[in-house]
């Protein structure tokens, strides 16, 4: 069973960084597309940023590009966000995924992939 560790949460004040970081165990991300989402309260969870199998095309919502930036590193098995500028409506439970299918054409993970547990992101001063 895959098992992703999420970590670099926490709270920032506006105009801060973060980087969330996502670690598997016993499953290799290389060539599997992988994502971060997030949910807000009371709001339905929304795709922030996905990158495709081989890297070569990348998502990014209207509202976090040119501040959010996806990546990962297949040696570690681990896939990042790092997320800069932050604003108040950035706060979420973000969540790591990947998809189920590997080599697929997808450029976000879809049903069925792979999630990670959650976590705490809070932009606040």
């Known amino acids: 069973q895959v098992q992703f560790v999420e970590s670099g949460g926490g709270l920032v004040q506006p105009g801060g960084s973060l980087r969330l970081s996502c670690t598997s165990s016993?499953?290799?991300?290389?060539?599997?597309?992988i994502g971060w989402f997030r949910q807000a309260p009371g709001k339905e969870r929304e795709a922030v940023s996905c990158?495709?199998?081989?890297?070569?095309?990348?998502y990014y919502a209207d509202s976090v590009k040119g501040r959010f930036t996806i990546s990962r590193d297949n040696a570690k098995n681990t896939m990042y966000l790092q997320m800069s500028s932050l604003k108040p409506e950035d706060t979420a439970v973000y969540y790591c995924?990947?998809?189920?299918?590997?080599?697929?054409?997808?450029?976000?993970?879809?049903?069925?992939?792979?999630w990670g547990q959650g976590i705490q992101v809070t932009v606040s001063s």
């Open positions: 990158s495709s199998s081989s890297d070569s095309t990348t």
């Open positions: 016993g499953f290799t991300l290389d060539n599997y597309a």
């Open positions: 995924a990947t998809d189920k299918i590997r080599f697929g054409v997808r450029t976000c993970p879809g049903d069925g992939g792979s």
